[in-house]
């Protein structure tokens, strides 16, 4: 069964900046295109970020320029680097393949952005 773990949500002030870490089973995180999503409440998960195996990324317009997501091979994880943090940004974020497993979902991590 695979596992992910989030990590790093807080709470912050707008245009500030927090760094999201997800560790999935080592097979997925070597093979599969992994993703950050995120999903405020009665809104439907959304895509943020990508990174394919090969590495190319693929962001949101909606944090185009602000996000970035990367791995540490070494340390089998996953980040997500957000920067100038806005209120609309406050949401639970998850990391999962892409696309989507649905037995993989983990807790997520809780991102509140203060105006």
């Known amino acids: 069964q695979v596992q992910f773990v989030e990590s790093g949500g807080g709470l912050v002030d707008s245009g500030g900046s927090l760094r999201l870490s997800c560790t999935p089973s080592?097979?997925?995180?070597?093979?599969?295109?992994m993703g950050w999503y995120r999903q405020v409440p009665e809104n439907q998960r959304e895509l943020v970020a990508r990174l394919s195996s090969g590495g190319s990324t693929y962001y949101a317009d909606s944090v185009k320029g602000r996000f970035s997501i990367t791995k540490d091979n070494a340390k089998n994880t996953i980040f997500l680097q957000m920067n100038n943090l806005k209120p609309e940004d406050t949401a639970i974020y998850y990391c999962?393949?892409?696309?989507?497993?649905?037995?993989?979902w983990g807790q997520g991590t809780q991102v509140t952005v203060s105006s």
């Open positions: 080592e097979s997925i995180f070597k093979h599969w295109a």
């Open positions: 999962n393949e892409d696309p989507p497993d649905a037995d993989y």
